[in-house]
């Protein structure tokens, strides 16, 4: 007789492509989303339940060691975004679950109870209070009525275990949600037609719909949020903000928490210590935050109330994870809302291509702001070739002068280059020799305040080379600029001058960075330098000259979506200049003034540049019109990389997609792997999933597959 016995079925928490089953707990029904702790080789490792199912009688089972949790630690449709992710990326379900957890839960520490928000005398107080009241139980009493709640911090810290006291004997209640709802400061800004339409739209949005909010820089996109999101705020509901970075939460909390009071708003970041972490995850999760805002990993944050999802930057590759799952934040954010039933909006002042495309189809609502919301115009851009001109450190005399008179006139200068560190390469005068990584395929750039040589790709570092490692000669120079170079090349000539460096070195974290941006709003004449770190979202009113030091690096990289990220880089950091009364220009130096691209992007407009991009992708077969996935190898030795890649190739499901390949990858050697890829291609990611899954099983299954590292990108963002 063939009698099927009961498994239960464990994502356990280790990057394996497979689920395990263990005996069920004799008693109690465990329900999917819980965490247990389970048996796991020489020892232990959480893992979520996914649910029972029924198993061959002749398996012995290991028992589950310790049920962790009472209830899921995520809601049904949080748990299903996780089961999509991990199947639409291939991953191992257990991996994405750690991912999706706060570090403490993903250890299997205890669910934190949410702390009352506040207290109140119980309803049938009248039966429960004692006859005699001590001297302590009378001051409490005092302080607490019935139909209005005190918060904690507001009971005077002598009565607290009174307190404690009282709630166990059922006198007292502790609340856990506030009651009533938000009352909001509506905007303090009258708003403008098409941001009052936006608003309405979005206000009506009722189930699932995506939204692009396209609104050109400075015009007022983040008071369309707020206005939005003001109704379900104000009936008890939660919003979720998804930002790319962390540098950009403080001003979002601040605007957020001056709208909505500073208790109702949160930001979730991976600067927060763990403990920290749980606790407005925690906090969130038991309704207590009603706006919160987040970098990636809050796509996951339950929130039992969600009404409404914004993405804002929604084009900055940040929203992709580059390591470990590779999953998107705003793709799965989509998903999200759609599982969940709720409006999403994507907002940018440019979308990703991606998303216009979307928009084009009708997939997405179009939401559109043309105009400053202020009344500053956009500022007019200028190219600078440069061409024979007379460089000092990278900077023309063309923008040299121009930063004289922005100066003279008491406005502040921004200069954008996106290199840290001095210099980006070392090399021989004599030979020519660039001095490398010995670990990658890059050259070590040059950081002097340190006096390291640093590799960007792998952190490795030596000293200033003695003697040129090909030919021995000492003549040693650096070539090109960083923004360590820019600073110093700019405090020479303007020495009275302010001058600030905004990049990861400069800056080591987000709250000086804050301090940063204080500072610079504060003072007038002032120029200052810096990375990407700059470009993003930040209000700068009394910038007025804008330099893009060199735009050129855009143009001349092998992955296929550099340009597209070289136009939003410049009409991003463009849109820094002249945001108030005082008029801004943009100064754009090129080697390459001819180049199209560049010439419809000074003609101001993101639209034009972009839609000749799309242009491109659709006649190349590239995404958005095309499904991409990047199947990666990396070994030590290259053939072993080769030799797997070749055997992949081999089991590729016919017809269903195309291959290209192997090819070495943009970085052939990083931190001593060798590296190399396939580019599959199918003509839509229905027929790419299809494809994947019928292929992944046989790749595991490959021998060479276990002399190498193998990982796949489906919809890779930045080709490395
Ligand atoms: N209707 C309005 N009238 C006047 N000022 C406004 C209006 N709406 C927004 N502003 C102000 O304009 C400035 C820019 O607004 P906001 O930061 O919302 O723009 P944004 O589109 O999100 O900007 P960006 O994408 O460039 O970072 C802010 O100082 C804001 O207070
Ligand atoms: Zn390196």
Same mark, same amino acid.
């Given at each position: ?6 498994c ?5 928490m ?11 707990p004799?008693?109690?029904?465990l329900?999917?989303?819980?965490? +247990?702790?389970?048996p ?6 959480v893992?979520i339940?996914?649910?029972y199912?029924?198993?061959p ?5 290991k028992p589950?060691?310790?049920?962790l949790?009472a209830h ?5 449709a949080?748990?299903q =975004?996780v089961?999509f992710?991990?199947?639409y ?10 991912? !999706?957890l ?5 250890q299997?520490?205890p ?9 109140r005398l ?6 429960t209070v004692?006859?005699r009241? $001590?001297k302590l139980q009378q001051? =409490?009493?005092?302080q607490l ?5 005190v918060?904690?911090t507001?009971i ?7 307190l404690?006291?009282?709630?166990r004997?059922?006198w ?6 506030d009651?009533?709802p ?5 905007s303090?800004h009258?708003l ?6 936006a608003?309405t ?6 189930g699932f719909?995506?939204?692009?909010l396209e609104?050109?820089?400075g015009s007022?996109k983040?008071?369309v949020?707020?206005?939005?999101i003001?109704?379900h705020?104000?009936s ?7 930002v ?5 939460t403080?001003?979002?909390?601040e ?9 109702r708003?949160?930001?979730?970041h991976?600067a927060?210590?763990?403990g920290?972490r749980?606790?407005?995850w !925690?906090?969130a999760a038991a309704?207590q935050?009603?706006v919160i805002i ?6 996951f944050?339950?929130?039992p109330?969600l ?6 930057e ?12 590779h999953?998107?934040?705003?793709d799965l ?6 599982l969940?039933n709720i ?7 440019t ?19 043309r ?6 115009d ?10 024979r001109e007379n460089?000092?450190g990278?900077i023309?005399t063309?923008? =040299?002068?121009a ?11 921004l200069l954008f ?5 001095y210099?980006?390469?070392v090399?021989c005068h004599d030979?020519g ?12 750039? *040059? ?5 390291r040589l ?9 000293r200033?080379p003695?003697a040129?490692p090909a ?7 650096t ?5 360590e170079q ?5 405090r020479?000539r ?6 600030w460096?905004i990049d990861? &070195? @400069?800056l ?9 941006v204080?500072?610079i ?5 002032a120029?200052?330098? $810096?990375t990407?770190?700059?470009?993003k ?6 910038v007025?000259l804008v330099?893009?030091?060199?735009t050129d690096?855009g ?9 597209e990220?070289l136009?939003?880089t410049v009409?991003?950091v463009?849109?820094?200049?002249g945001r108030?009364e005082?008029p801004?220009q943009?100064l754009?130096q090129?080697?390459?003034p ?5 010439q419809s992007? @000074?003609?101001? &407009?993101y ?5 000749a ?5 659709r ?19 290259r053939?072993r990389?080769d030799?797997?890649?070749s055997a992949?190739?081999?089991? +590729?499901p ?10 070495p990858?943009?970085m052939?050697r ?6 190399a890829?396939?580019?599959i291609q ?12 019928l *292929? ?5 299954g490959?021998?060479s ?6 990982m ?6 930045l080709?490395?």
């Amino acid at each position: 007789m063939n009698v099927e016995n009961t498994c239960i079925q464990i994502a356990v928490m280790v990057p394996l492509r497979r689920i395990f089953s263990y005996a069920p707990p004799p008693e109690g029904r465990l329900q999917p989303g819980m965490r +247990v702790r389970v048996p796991f080789g020489k020892g232990s490792r959480v893992g979520i339940v996914l649910g029972y199912a029924s198993c061959p009688p002749d398996i012995t089972l290991k028992p589950i060691g310790q049920v962790l949790d009472a209830h899921p630690v995520l809601p049904p449709a949080l748990q299903q =975004l996780v089961q999509f992710g991990a199947a639409y990326y291939h991953h191992p379900i257990g991996d994405a679950w750690a991912t !999706a957890l706060p570090t403490l839960l993903r250890q299997g520490r205890p669910l934190p109870e949410p702390a009352p928000q506040g207290y109140r005398l119980s309803i049938d107080e009248a039966r429960t209070v004692p006859r005699r009241l $001590g001297k302590l139980q009378q001051a =409490l009493r005092e302080q607490l009525t019935t139909n209005r709640v005190v918060r904690a911090t507001a009971i005077p810290k002598e009565l607290l275990p009174t307190l404690r006291q009282a709630v166990r004997r059922g006198w007292i209640e502790a609340v856990m949600e506030d009651t009533p709802p938000t009352q909001a400061t509506p905007s303090p800004h009258c708003l403008n037609a098409e941001q009052a339409s936006a608003v309405t739209q979005l206000r009506m949005a009722r189930g699932f719909s995506a939204w692009l909010l396209e609104g050109v820089t400075g015009s007022g996109k983040t008071e369309v949020y707020l206005e939005a999101i003001r109704p379900h705020l104000e009936s008890g509901a939660q919003i979720l903000v998804l930002v790319p970075e962390i540098g950009l939460t403080p001003q979002l909390v601040e605007r957020c928490q001056m709208r909505f009071g500073a208790r109702r708003v949160a930001a979730l970041h991976s600067a927060q210590s763990d403990g920290e972490r749980l606790r407005i995850w !925690a906090a969130a999760a038991a309704g207590q935050i009603q706006v919160i805002i987040g970098t990636r990993s809050a796509v996951f944050l339950p929130l039992p109330r969600l009404a409404m999802i914004v993405v804002d930057e929604e084009h900055d590759p940040s929203f992709k994870q580059q390591n470990g799952w590779h999953y998107s934040a705003r793709d799965l954010a989509i998903q999200r809302a759609s599982l969940e039933n709720i409006p999403i909006v994507l907002g940018s002042a440019t979308p990703s291509l991606e998303s216009l495309c979307n928009a084009q189809k009708g997939r997405y609502r179009h939401l559109q702001l043309r105009q400053r919301a202020t009344s500053a115009d956009l500022p007019g851009m200028t190219i600078v070739p440069l061409r024979r001109e007379n460089l000092q450190g990278g900077i023309s005399t063309t923008l =040299l002068t121009a930063c004289k008179e922005t100066l003279e006139a008491g406005n502040q200068v921004l200069l954008f280059l996106n290199r840290r560190g001095y210099a980006p390469a070392v090399l021989c005068h004599d030979c020519g020799h660039v001095v490398q990584c010995p670990r990658c395929s890059a050259p070590m750039t *040059w950081h002097r305040q340190q006096e390291r040589l640093r590799c960007h790709h792998c952190g490795h570092e030596s000293r200033w080379p003695q003697a040129c490692p090909a030919c021995h000669s000492a003549a040693l120079i650096t070539a090109g600029q960083g923004t360590e170079q820019l600073e110093e090349v700019l405090r020479q000539r303007f020495p009275q001058t302010p001058i600030w460096r905004i990049d990861r &070195d @400069a800056l080591h974290d987000r709250d000086a960075l804050a301090t940063a941006v204080a500072d610079i709003r504060q003072n007038r004449a002032a120029i200052l330098v $810096g990375t990407q770190m700059l470009a993003k979202g930040h209000h700068f009113p009394a910038v007025t000259l804008v330099g893009i030091i060199n735009t050129d690096q855009g143009l001349f990289s092998a992955d296929f979506r550099a340009p597209e990220r070289l136009l939003q880089t410049v009409v991003q950091v463009a849109g820094r200049a002249g945001r108030e009364e005082r008029p801004g220009q943009v100064l754009l130096q090129t080697h390459l003034p001819e180049h199209p691209l560049l010439q419809s992007l @000074a003609r101001g &407009d993101y639209r034009p540049p972009a839609e000749a991009l799309l242009n491109e992708r659709r006649a190349a077969g590239l995404p958005p019109f095309a499904a991409l996935t990047l199947l990666r190898a990396e070994a030590h030795q290259r053939y072993r990389v080769d030799a797997f890649l070749s055997a992949a190739c081999q089991c +590729v499901p016919p017809a269903l997609v195309e291959i290209s390949g192997p090819l070495p990858s943009l970085m052939e050697r990083r931190a001593g792997f060798e590296r190399a890829e396939l580019w599959i291609q199918a003509p839509n990611r229905t027929q790419m999933q299809k494809a994947l899954n019928l *292929w992944l099983p046989q790749l595991a299954g490959l021998s060479s597959a276990r002399h190498v590292r193998w990982m796949l990108d489906v919809d890779p963002l930045l080709i490395t």
